[in-house]
């Protein structure tokens, strides 16, 4: 059986931005935020580290999460939904930073999502075992005889 690694293509990291980037659009789309961990896994199955997932998940995530709200800024009453929760909290002028947390808990959802996408390949690359030619010797069982206690 072909380990995942040698199943998927590795892009380098623009490339893992721009996918993870439009799979947290459309997954945005459903309406759930919990969404943005399956944008990140699934983006660290194009990437080979730990590090390049996580990242490329966060940043991917927070461009989707950042388009939306321009257009939902442009289109709709974003800012007057955010000034009334900031203003729950008996702060005013400062809908912009309802605006900016949720990006970054977006993001961080991407960037975890990625984290742990990127260890499950790896877990399941390990339980994998390798490949064996067909000409290889067959494997001897041992025959183990229990010899009797004394």
Known sequence: MKKLDDMFPHFNFLKLILVVTV???ALQLSGAW???????????????????AFF???????????????YLSLTAQTM?????????????GLGWLVIVISVILGALLGGFGGLLGRSVVELVD????????????PVQEEQSESEPEA
């Open 34 to 52: 919990v969404t943005m961990l399956i944008a990140g896994a699934l983006g660290a199955l194009l990437a080979r580290r730990h590090r390049t």
């Open 126 to 137: 390990e339980l994998i075992p390798p490949e064996t030619s067909s000409e290889a010797a």
């Open 56 to 70: 490329a998940g966060f940043i991917g995530v927070a461009i989707a999460w950042s388009a939306i709200f321009v």
């Open 23 to 25: 799979i947290a659009i």
């Open 80 to 92: 007057a939904i955010a000034e009334f929760f900031i203003g729950l909290l008996g702060l005013s």
